[in-house]
């Protein structure tokens, strides 16, 4: 894999037009689609469900990175992997059988992801660790696109960093919110390995420019 794996969210695509951007997408030097799915009970926001799911993978020639924003995820793990999720995370606030959701989603043959809210320490992914492939650190409250950046996030991405070398994991380090020219190289610095981009990319006058600078980042250094 040729890092930072760069993963725009359709979330702040233009839905009218979805099949337009996921062409750029495809187009691009994107390695993922991130997809969030909210239910309007763990965020207070709703997003989008199976049907739009379906249909991106239709036109997808890039995996699809689902990020479930929901409560009891462990009801829909084989609805996910039937609309083509290959990738799927599941938030450690919403799991009370954590090691259970991972294993049903391997069992699946999909990757299995865990997302940590901005509050969550890492620290608590020390026993789970071994058995993911990947963790979501939310660098914003998850529910809504182009929300300012949490600086702490650069601390908890080099503790999970310091987590994963500790115990020989190959877990990937997924930084979701306010990616942007800014914070992303010192995310990079801090270990991450796969940057998120809504806002920053589908905001801009040239996304398939933006996804390019983006995969082009190097790590900060000061
Ligand atoms: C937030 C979502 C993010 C969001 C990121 O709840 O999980 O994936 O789309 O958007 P930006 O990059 O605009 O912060
Ligand atoms: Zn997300």
New binding site residues.
Partial sequence: MNFPLIAP?V??ANFAQLGKDIQMINESEADWF?I?V?DGVF?PNISFGFPVIKSIQNLAQKPLDV?L?IVQPERYIKDFKSVGAEILSVHYEACTHLHRTIYAIKEEGMKAGVAINPHTPVHLLKDIINDLDLVCM?S????????KFIEQTYRKCADLKAMIEATNSSCLIEI????NAETGPKLLEAGADVL?????VFASSDPVATISSLKKLNPYTK
């Fill in positions: 969210s979330l702040s991130h969030d909210m965020v990020h924003m939310m914003v409250n998850p529910g809504f696109g182009g929300q979701d919110g306010g990616v998120v981009a809504g806002n920053y």
